[in-house]
């Protein structure tokens, strides 16, 4: 990879065949609140890690695509940033390209944490989806950690949907039940051609999943004293015959969490590129010189200019 090839993705595209007989095809939202597990599902489904994961809520922030190609059919997954109430500009952003998306697909995967009963934000969702005509699945995500009094949670979910909507419990985590999930959302589509080229796993480019890659790394490190104060920006690439070597900025909106992520005698920093540099070589199949600096950006999430630049904005379908 170099920077004439900056812009392609994950897989090298190649000529989109003719679909056999039967074949289905769409788009597929992963909806629900923030923290239940849909990143981890985009994951499972379509084998390889392309969404960042963290036990830290609201850890997605830009609609990433997903691909999925069987023998029966091509989905394309939208992960959605979880559906929340937002306090700052890029909340807003994040959450008005949630709902967007609503009623743009041709099925709505809602996905609910099974260890915990509907509460008020899922019926927040609930509601939005109940207004449209998309089809709606409910996923019942996390059943390897559910309770023994299960059922009652079942039943809080089944009390808020609609007759023809369908509920199908799994586990995005062990695969428990993914592959009838990814049958019955194939039977859900319509005849329909390959979007993508079935090797491709994404539509997002290289240098986007890198920068994901170290901002993933920040948010298991650093935990509740960061979290959403980042954003990270991939400003060179190199590749030479034995490694690729990337340049990337950390920015955050304090001189105080710049100490932190940079920790006594550079020791967070280190971490962080270390544990960045496994994934990131494991992504590109290559050996990885990874160099990050940190840059401290005042209240970038309320500037429309920063979020710009920093790759956030309201999305199109």
């Known amino acids: 990879m170099n920077e004439s090839k900056e812009n392609n993705n994950l897989s090298q595209t190649g000529i989109i065949p003719e679909t ?9 939202a992963i909806i629900g609140r923030p923290n239940v597990g849909k990143s981890t599902l985009m994951n499972k489904m379509i084998g390889e890690k392309i969404a960042i994961t963290s036990s830290v809520a609201q850890t997605t922030r830009n609609r990433l695509r997903g691909i999925l190609t069987t023998a029966q059919g091509q989905i394309i997954f ?56 998309t ?23 089944e009390n808020l949907i609609q007759k023809d909507w369908e509920m199908i419990k799994f586990s995005a985590l ?13 039977e859900y589509l319509n005849p329909g051609p390959y979007y993508y080229p079935p090797e491709l796993v994404t539509d997002k480019p290289e240098r986007f999943i890198i920068g994901e890659l170290i901002r993933e790394q920040i948010l298991k490190q650093t935990r509740q004293e960061i979290p ?17 070597k990337i340049y990337a900025a950390i920015n955050v909106e304090r001189p105080s969490q710049k100490a ?53 904005r309201l999305e199109s379908f």
């Open 174 to 186: 062990t695969g428990t039940g993914i592959e009838k999930l990814q049958e019955k959302l194939i």
């Open 228 to 244: 959403h104060s980042v954003a990270i920006i991939v400003e060179k690439i190199q590749e030479t015959p034995k490694i690729t």
């Open 135 to 157: 089809k709606v699945i409910i996923g019942l995500n996390k059943i390897d950690q559910q309770p023994s009094d299960s059922k009652k949670i079942d039943e809080s979910y």
């Open 20 to 28: 056999p007989p039967g074949f289905k095809s769409g788009f597929v």
């Open 78 to 133: 939208i992960d959605t940033p979880g559906i929340h109430k937002p306090h700052h500009q890029l909340g807003r952003i994040i959450v008005q390209n949630a709902q967007a998306v609503i009623g743009l697909v041709d099925v709505v995967l809602l996905v609910v944490d099974s260890c915990h009963p509907a509460g008020g934000g899922d019926r927040f969702i609930i509601d939005l989806l109940q207004k449209t005509q």
């Open 260 to 312: 932190i992520i940079i920790g006594k005698g550079g020791s967070m920093l280190k971490t962080i590129g270390q544990n960045a540099r496994i994934s990131i070589s494991k992504l590109i199949a290559t050996p990885v010189y990874l160099e990050l600096f940190v840059k401290v950006q005042p209240n970038w999430r309320q500037s429309r200019l920063h979020l710009a630049e920093f790759g956030y």
